[in-house]
């Protein structure tokens, strides 16, 4: 025999479920979204940077991102560029005496 029963009365437990689940508030404390946004704007690189290298030095760059698999030149010039200027940094900093 086939059931007539109404879909409603089917899906009532479900939706009753999903209904708590959905009213579940997380009792985590949040960041300031007014502090994101700020720290997000400041990682936005604005400043443009041009170099020009030889062919040795390009024929170098290119063997390296084939050997290493580097997909993006960038990274790669402003990783090293930054480690050099922070070690020398690091290295020359102010002494008192």
Known sequence: MLNFEPENSRMKPIN????KVA???K????VDPEYLKKQKASLVRKHRQVIYLNDSEMAAIAQYCEKFRVGAKAVLFREAIMEKVLSELEDNHPTLF
């Open 23 to 25: 009213r579940k508030k």
């Open 16 to 19: 009753q479920s999903l209904r």
């Open 27 to 30: 009792n985590t404390a949040g």
